[in-house]
């Protein structure tokens, strides 16, 4: 009798011991992550906040590049050659570019004397004074820069919005799942109890159909509810842009605690979303201003100097048609030099009436940037106004399904024991069936109903640290 009882032990053990490694790989399999976890990893993962990091850094490369623009230009050049220096009286014209060539003495039939010669010259053209053209061209660089960074930080903060957002929406699906679960376990319960009632002749037949059909409606529940948190995962896991297999453990201190602070005093001027438009109008006027002042003169400082090598000699003439070498380094070896300083203004009149257009242009552009922003800063305000109501009804709500929850327990326990002693109906058990899953549907709800109110909240004022500081 002891060996049976010991055997028996050692099975339970070993099936408890079974369960409980299942258990924990099952969890190790989940990887548990918090919402501040989550919105660090989808600001670093997602493809378009990199693609703004990058904008930022092509508009910073174009700064310096514009900075750039006031070096002067310096041009060297070699040039060594080998030919004939034969020359003719009469008019001629270069074809396609403009050539430069060395000429000789004329001679009265062709000469095929040849020798080396050589040009060396450095060329200088700096554009030292634009009458702040250059400076309004580098302050649209800048507010290029400038525009590009407020799109990063408004890209942020509607990515940090979104994952906000799916992450609690991810955790009333799976909440969902867990209430489906428990009607499903009552449900059957329910069927049980039925089934043993209608065999020992205690309830009608048709009772057991009402909890067949109620064990069948609670499957279908919990299949679409599984369905929909598959559908609210997946979307999350985009914007992570991580493993879709994965499969994330949620806080749900959120079914437990409320937010504690809900206003702010941030405007919604300082909201990201309406920062960048605003960028967009600056960059506008910077571009009108530079193109009004990219009609300005420019004054130009140059210098040239240049030095020649020729194998030619100084007598070379047809009566003394054997004055040249055909040495190469006497013929490279620089012998005259000659140089030029200077400066000029320049201005091109006629781009006054070709400017003044495209200002207009911009000016336009301007003003539909204005009444874009007009329209953002409405939107949100209206957003920040609804999201009061929003948390106001959402807190009535938080308050009030308490109530509704014990009732629904209450009303639930003692259906079901005044059912399985034969004084209440199965459909009077089935409407308190209802009642309870409903109650545990809406206190379920009731909480995520309040931190998503704080979010639009948040999303609207663009005071995102009234949200993420009351959060994991």
Known sequence: MMNILNKKFRIKAFILFALLVITVQTINAQQYLLLSDAIKTGLQNYQSIKAKQDYIKSSQAL??????????????????????????????????????????????????????????????????????????????????????????????????????????????????????????????????????????????????????????????????????????????????????????????????????????????????????????????????????????????????????????????????????????????????SNYALGFSLSWNILSIKKVKEQANAQNFLTQAYQNEYDLISTQLKDESVFADQRIMNSMQSYHEVPTELKAASDAYLQKSVLYKNGLSTIVDLQQAMYALNKAETDASIAYINVWQALLLKAAATGDFNLFLNQVR
């Not at 010669?117 to 800048?142: D, H």
């Open 63 to 336: 700064v310096k590049n514009t900075r750039n623009e006031y070096l002067p230009n310096v041009l060297a050049g070699i040039q060594q050659a080998y030919g004939t220096v034969n020359s003719q009286f009469g008019p001629l014209s270069g074809y396609g570019a403009a050539g430069v060539a060395s000429s000789g003495p004329v001679f009265a039939n062709q000469s095929w004397n040849a020798a080396f010669g050589a040009t060396y010259l450095v060329n200088t053209n700096w554009e030292v004074y634009s009458f702040g053209r250059l400076t309004s061209e580098i302050k649209l660089s800048q507010a290029q820069v400038t525009k590009d960074s407020a799109d990063l930080v408004q890209e942020e903060f509607i990515q940090s919005v979104k994952i906000s957002g799916a992450y609690l929406n991810l955790l009333i699906a799976q909440r969902l799942i867990e209430n489906a679960d428990s009607n499903l376990i009552r449900a059957e319960s329910v069927q049980q109890s039925v089934l043993a009632r209608t065999k020992s002749g205690l309830n009608a037949g048709v009772d057991s159909s009402i909890a067949n059909a109620d064990v069948s409606s609670a499957r279908l529940t919990l299949i679409t509810a599984n369905d929909n948190a598959q559908q609210v995962s997946n979307q999350l896991i985009q914007l992570l842009n991580a493993d879709a297999s994965g499969n994330y453990l949620l806080d749900t201190t959120f079914f437990k605690m409320i937010p504690t602070q809900t206003n702010t005093t941030v405007d919604v001027t300082n909201n990201p979303q309406v920062k960048f438009y605003q960028t967009r109008i600056d960059q506008s006027k910077q571009a009108t201003s530079y193109l009004k002042k990219s009609i300005l003169p420019g004054v130009n400082l140059f210098g040239i100097y240049q030095t020649r090598a020729s194998g030619f000699d100084d007598n070379y003439t047809p009566s003394v048609a054997g004055a040249y070498t055909e040495n190469y380094f006497n013929g490279i070896n620089p012998t005259r």
